[in-house]
Each structure stands twice: as C-alpha cells, then as structure tokens.
C-alpha cells in the first residue's frame, strides 16, 4: 500500500498556487521533445561532453514505476514415475488379451539362445564359472518349474518367465493362466543345453539390476543354485 502511494503523489500534477505562481518561478513549458531537452541540458551543464558519452546515456533507462522483479524460478520437469505412480498407473500389470502362452514362445526360444551364448556349454566347461553366470543372468523368458514350496498347490507349476520381481516369478502356464510365485521357501528348476539348474528361491529375494551386479563366492555354505 505504501508503495503506491509513493507513486500516486510522484505523478500528481503540479498543485494549482505553483502552476499559478509559474511565471515568477521561471518555469515554463518545454518547446522540444523530451530527450532533445535532456541533450541540451546535459552539453550545458557538463563540460567536455563527448558524443560517445550521449550514445550511453540513451542506452541507460531508470524505471521509476516497475520495480525490480525476480524471475520466477521453473523447477525441472518430471520425467520418470516413482513406485507408488507405476502401480497407479498399473504399468507392470499384462492385460488379460496378453496371457496367452503362444505369445511368450518365441520369447523363450530368444532366452535359449542368450544362455547357450552366456554359458558357453562345452564337455570340458567348469561348473563353477558356469553356476556364477547362471547366479547373474537374466531368466525373463526361461521355463522353469516349481519342485518344491512351503504352499503345495504351486509344486508341479511349469511356465515362461514374464516377470521377475524382488520377492516374485510371475510366469505363464501352458494353460493360459498368469501365476504368481514367491521366491521364499520355494526350490525352482530350470532346463537348458541338456542340464538341469535347481534354484533356491531364498537366495535369489533381490532385484535383477542387484543380482547381476551382487558378489557371489562359492562354494556357499547355504545352498544357492544345483547344476
């Protein structure tokens, strides 16, 4: 409120006894244009005035009715979703026109050929080496089978990775059907190349990007993976 006030009174005309006294004041109405005034004015009361000096001048401007104001600050746009947004927005979830094992077929075959290329099986491999690779790799697409769990309905349950989480296999059975499997307390076997690797769920309770990059030292006093 002040500051409008202050602005009010610094662009009021003139009160009346001044405009009325004006004459023996000596002021008088300017007969040119403003910055024709203030070019005169300036090569009468500064000396040594050089014409470099006037071009400055006119880039100079004093604002005396806008004051200074900060630019709002634009925070960065938000590119990814958090966790509690992706499960909103049900990212992970597969539509149920999707759950149909024909569709993941060819996704398994790509998965045989990624192990065969990890793996290297040969008649002379070392089953240590290959248990550390087999611990890292990426099982999306593999089919594996439950051999032993704490519930026995899922014992006997066979189909194609589609989904691993920290805790869960999310695979497609043969019949159609979308299970979700915990990891805990439950024993998995997966084949390939003519061996067999037994999975032990306790162990494999992290995320992919985690176990891939997670140390392993064998031989483990708990057991991990069979070969």
Not at 56 to 65: A, I, N, V
Not at 139 to 150: F, N, P, W, Y
Request: charged share 30%; aromatic share 8%; glycine share 4%.
């Amino acid at each position: 409120m002040e500051e409008t006030q202050e602005q009010d009174l610094l662009y009021q005309p003139l009160p009346q006894y001044v405009s009325e006294e004006k004459e023996k004041l000596g002021l008088q109405e300017l007969s040119c244009p403003k910055d024709k005034f203030v070019e005169s004015f300036l090569d009468r009361h500064i000396q040594n005035f050089k014409p470099n000096e006037k071009k400055e001048l006119k880039k100079s401007y004093l604002l005396l009715d806008l004051p200074y104001r900060q630019k709002p600050t634009v925070g960065k746009k938000k590119t990814t979703l958090n966790s509690k947004e992706r499960r909103e927005k049900k990212v992970y979830d597969i539509p149920p026109e999707h759950q149909k094992y024909s569709l993941y077929v060819p996704l398994h075959n790509l998965w045989l050929q990624y192990i065969k290329d990890l793996l290297q099986v040969t008649p002379t491999s070392n089953l240590n080496l290959m248990q550390k690779k087999m611990l890292k790799a990426d099982l999306h697409g593999a089919l594996i089978t439950v051999c032993k769990s704490r519930c026995p309905s899922y014992v006997g349950l066979t189909g194609i990775i589609l989904q691993e989480g920290q805790k869960v296999f999310k695979i497609i059975t043969k019949e159609d059907k979308l299970r979700t499997v915990p990891k805990a307390n439950s024993v998995f076997s997966v084949e390939f190349e003519g061996l067999r690797a037994k999975i032990y769920g306790n162990h494999f309770c992290t995320r992919t990007a985690q176990r891939a990059s997670k140390k392993f030292k064998l031989p483990m006093v708990k057991q991990t993976i069979d070969l």
